[in-house]
Every structure is written in C-alpha cells, then in structure tokens.
C-alpha cells in the first residue's frame, strides 16, 4: 500500500507521537521512511537581544535544536526496526518545507502530529497541518 512515509517533526508531544506511530506503521508496511524538520529563516532582529553569534557566521539559530529533533525522530524509527533517511530542511515556512520534502523524497503518506489547537487559535494562526492538509493531494494520516 505506502511504500515511503514522511515523517516531519517539530520536536512536540504531538510530533514526537506521530513520528513513533509512523513508524510502527513503515514496519509493518515494509515501507521506506524519511524523518524530517524544518529551520525556518528568521530575519535579523526576530530572535529577540539574547540572540549573539559569538562563534562566528556558521552559528544559525536554532540549528542545534533542529538536529536534535532529528536525533529524537531517528532514534524512535529505530525502535521499531527500521533504518531512515534525515532531512533537515532551511529558510521556507514549515508546512512548505514538509511539502517540499514530500515531493522531493517521493513519499506517499506523509503522518503529522496536530496540536489540537482550539478555534481561536485556528482562526488567527492555522497550524502546519492544515496548510499541509490544504496543500497536497498526498495522504495525509494526522494523530493528535
């Protein structure tokens, strides 16, 4: 049925469960998975003042963080018996960097978390899974 399933995260409760349930699916599927998070380009100033390179031009905020989530996500596939491929990708919106990394790793089903966000919060802000939901005709299994 799935042959490859995406698996983004952003290091959330409810990522972190989506990540280990599509795992657990892949394994049983046989198929191949792709973890993956975004780091989205802030512009100068938005990271407030605690923000200093202090190490030099390589130093991106957030970077850290992000390969952790990655090493979280790698580490739950492999509880479930499978190896996967990492993706960390930069400067895009989140739900176009799941979107982007769907397409370009060939995936079909892409399972995402969803922080069950109250109306109000839907209204002003979305979330990622809905921008992905409205975006893709790639199935899209969400867990909450």
């Known amino acids: 049925m799935f042959q490859h399933i995406l698996l983004p995260t952003d ?15 892949a394994a049983r599927l046989g198929a191949r998975v792709t973890v993956m998070t975004a780091l ?3 512009p100068a100033g938005i990271m407030g003042s605690a923000y200093r390179p202090s190490q030099g ?10 390969m952790d989530r990655l090493d979280q996500a790698v580490a739950l596939v492999r509880q479930a ?7 960390l990708l930069r ?9 982007d ?3 370009s ?15 109000v919060e ?3 802000v979305g979330s990622q899974t809905q921008r992905v939901l409205a975006r893709t005709q790639i199935p899209v299994l969400t867990l909450h």
């Open 122 to 124: 839907r209204l002003f």
């Open 81 to 87: 018996g499978l190896d996967c491929h990492r993706l």
């Open 105 to 119: 790793q060939e995936v079909d089903l892409i399972v995402m978390g969803t922080h069950g966000l109250g109306l």
């Open 11 to 25: 290091g959330s409760e409810a990522a972190t469960r989506a990540v280990s349930r599509g795992a657990e699916l």
């Open 57 to 66: 031009a390589d130093l991106e905020p957030g970077l850290q963080a992000a």
């Open 101 to 103: 990394a769907a397409e």
């Open 40 to 42: 989205e380009h802030y």
């Open 91 to 99: 400067d895009r919106p989140v739900y176009q960097a799941i979107l």
